[in-house]
């Protein structure tokens, strides 16, 4: 089987506190809420304010390109 290098671009997708413009929403336990479909706590890193997501964030997105 041939192996093969691909070049890829790398970013991050970050979620900004809606309460205090500042921070990072980040998950920041382990829990998953079973709900349909499933949320994932999140804490704000300045004001400490806590949300609920559907995605767990930050995200790593790779871009593949030709």
Avoid: A
């Avoid at 706590?41 to 949300?51: A, G, L, M, Q, S």
Wanted: charged share 25%.
């Amino acid at each position: 089987m041939p192996i093969k290098t691909t070049p890829v671009k790398t970013f991050v997708k970050e979620y900004i506190c809606d309460e205090c413009r500042m921070g990072e929403m980040v998950r920041h336990t382990d829990t998953v809420l079973m709900t349909s479909p499933p949320q994932y706590p999140h804490k704000c890193n300045e004001c400490d304010e806590v949300r609920n997501f559907s995605e767990v964030y930050p995200q790593t997105i790779v871009k593949y390109f030709n």
